[in-house]
């Protein structure tokens, strides 16, 4: 008999599952746990999506039409309580959201200086 193929067999066999798992987990990975949605206080509309592996970010005023979109958070935080950050210029917006409490998002906007200029609670709509 061939010790080495029986040492590989035995191997590549016991391995088999570890494998398998980590290809589900990867795929699991790319369907992330995350605010996908749309939320709104009644002034503010923010959607959050995920395509492209990038999550992005659209914003309406609903009182003057602005509108303004992201793309490509920067992710923080913990399983707990997750904090998505997109930059536009000196501009800093962040979405902060818990998985135990999925239909509220709070938004906060802090400018160049690092001023919060904007800080909402945010509750998802069906619309």
Do not use: C
Not at 38 to 52: A, L, N, P, Q
Request: without cysteine.
């Amino acid at each position: 008999m061939n010790l080495k193929a029986i040492a590989l067999a035995s191997i590549l066999g016991l391995s088999a599952p570890a494998i398998a798992d980590i290809a589900v987990s990867t795929h699991a990975v790319a369907q992330p746990n995350a605010p996908l949605s749309m939320y709104s206080d009644g002034e503010w509309s923010v959607t959050i999506d995920y395509k492209g592996n990038a999550f992005s970010y659209h914003a309406r005023n609903m009182r003057t039409g602005d509108t303004l979109s992201l793309r490509g958070a920067k992710v923080s935080g913990d399983s707990q309580r997750r904090i998505y950050t997109w930059n536009n210029g000196d501009y800093r917006y962040q979405v902060a959201w818990q998985p135990r409490d999925p239909g509220v998002i709070r938004l906060q906007v802090f400018d160049g200086g690092e001023r919060e200029i904007l800080n909402r609670l945010l509750y998802e709509t069906s619309d």
